[in-house]
């Protein structure tokens, strides 16, 4: 009853439900507590928790003797109390808990000491999950709950993925950390930097604008570059096109053509060919909701209908032919380069610039129907520089105008991948070429039509 006064009173005093829901849990915690000590159920936490280590530190070393053993399941229960009880007798000076650690500490030296010595072994998993342990009782005390949950769930996945963890590692090249440390360097030190201001007249962008555009195109190629080397290592035809679709389309359907030629019985890699567009349409869209939601609702129908056509025209040549002996085994198609090559990036904001400025001056001389035609012309090109400026720049053009100029991109860049795909491919899949992207050369038109009409 006391409850349901409590609630009527927050409804009429205009709180929200969570309001209320937050007051009720109070009102519950509060009524639990007055039979229920806080400190026992940190008790019973902490033990619990110390006995979860221990148990999995038993199964972890279960084919090892039990004599080369620090301890196990009841020795990290142990540990655990030890830590709650030390911390309880003093929460202000900490001197009972500082002391218990300095000779739990001192015990553990002393069996790595000997471990080393003995049995000729250096791992210190094992100590240092021991002082996680002992710490776990202030933890639960201090701390919220979710805080020492989490703790000791990530001390049981990091001790149990030993053997995972040892062969990921085997798959990272010299380089590799020197490649994440430049992406944590152009995004979380450089772009932070630099002056969100217009570089000039002429160039309607800002330095950090500028370098956020680099930023999006290398975190969406990084993140398809980690995707292909260590999640898919041995990824099979179609998901190369959906990977490879991330970083480059063009690129894709260029490495694709060519190993057509290999196998030009392969159905599968003129889908992938499709897929890689059907990436494209995606990569797009994300950079536009990222940039300008305005753009991005302008494109979403048309976007949708592409993204769904491109995807169909895949699944219906990924069907496997009759009488085909094609080997439709997992390829292994070199698309490792490093995202984040300085030759890259000098390129990307060369374009950028070189767009930045043509866009301006077409828009003063030509308005928008110049920029329709010049995106017809970039495509031919990477268009994710035009694009980008389109999105980030505050040109005196209308959003309508601006979505047309994208479709009309797309449009010449899937005009490119085919004079690519006839040109570096086996004959045997140009007929299905043209047919696939004069179908998606068609929409992008008629949608840039139907835009033009209403706009």
């Excluded at 009173?9 to 937050?22: I, P």
């Excluded at 072994?121 to 002082?131: D, H, N, P, Y």
């Excluded at 392969?266 to 890689?276: G, P």
């Excluded at 009488?323 to 490792?336: F, P």
Aim: net charge positive; charged share 15%.
């Amino acid at each position: 009853m006391q409850i349901t006064n409590i609630s009527c009173a927050s409804n009429r005093s205009g709180k929200s439900w969570s309001d209320f829901d937050y007051i009720r849990s109070s009102v519950m915690e509060s009524y639990i507590l007055q039979y229920v000590p806080i400190a026992f159920i940190n008790f019973l936490l902490t033990v619990l928790f110390s006995l979860l280590i221990g148990l999995e530190q038993r199964r972890h070393n279960i084919e090892r003797e039990f004599e080369t053993l620090f301890g196990t399941d009841r020795t990290f229960t142990l540990i655990g109390i030890l830590g709650y009880i030390l911390y309880a007798l003093n929460t202000q000076t900490l001197v009972p808990f500082l002391g218990g650690g300095i000779v739990i500490g001192a015990l553990l030296g002393v069996y790595y000491f000997n471990k080393i010595n003995v049995q000729r072994r250096f791992g210190m998993t094992t100590i240092v999950t021991a002082l996680i342990t002992y710490c776990i009782g202030p933890l639960l005390c201090t701390q919220p709950k979710w805080l020492s949950l989490l703790t000791v769930v990530s001390v049981l996945i990091i001790v149990e993925i030993k053997e995972n963890l040892f062969e990921f590692s085997k798959k990272f090249g010299r380089d590799e950390f020197t490649t994440l440390a430049k992406f944590l360097v152009i995004a979380g030190v450089i772009l932070p930097l630099l002056p969100d201001a217009p570089i000039s007249p002429e160039i309607n962008i800002s330095p950090y604008r500028f370098w956020l555009a680099i930023v999006a195109v290398s975190g969406i190629s990084y993140f398809s570059y980690l995707l292909r080397k260590f999640v898919f290592p041995n990824a099979g035809i179609l998901l190369t096109g959906i990977l490879g679709g991330l970083y480059s389309s063009t690129a894709t359907t260029v490495i694709l053509a060519k190993k057509s030629k290999e196998q030009p019985e392969n159905s599968k890699l003129l889908a992938a060919i499709f897929l890689a567009t059907t990436m494209m349409y995606a990569r797009i869209f994300l950079l536009a909701l990222f940039f300008n939601q305005q753009i991005a609702l302008g494109l979403l129908p048309y976007f949708m209908a592409l993204i769904v056509l491109s995807a169909l025209i895949a699944l219906y040549f990924a069907r496997p032919e009759k009488n085909s002996t094609a080997n439709l085994a997992a390829m292994s198609i070199e698309q490792h380069s490093n995202p984040l090559e300085f030759r890259t990036a000098i390129l990307f904001a060369t374009l950028f610039i070189v767009f930045a400025l043509l866009t301006g001056y077409v828009i003063k001389q030509y308005g928008g129907a110049g920029v329709n035609t010049l995106a017809l012309i970039v495509g031919v090109t990477d268009i994710d520089p035009f694009i980008l400026n389109l999105f980030q720049s505050k040109w005196n053009i209308a959003d309508a105008v601006i979505t047309i100029a994208v479709l009309n991109a797309t449009t010449s860049n899937n005009m490119l991948k085919l004079i690519y795909g006839l040109s570096l491919s086996d004959k045997h899949i140009w007929k299905k070429l043209i047919l696939g992207f004069s179908l998606l050369v068609a929409a992008g038109i008629i949608f840039s039509a139907i835009l033009v009409i209403h706009g």
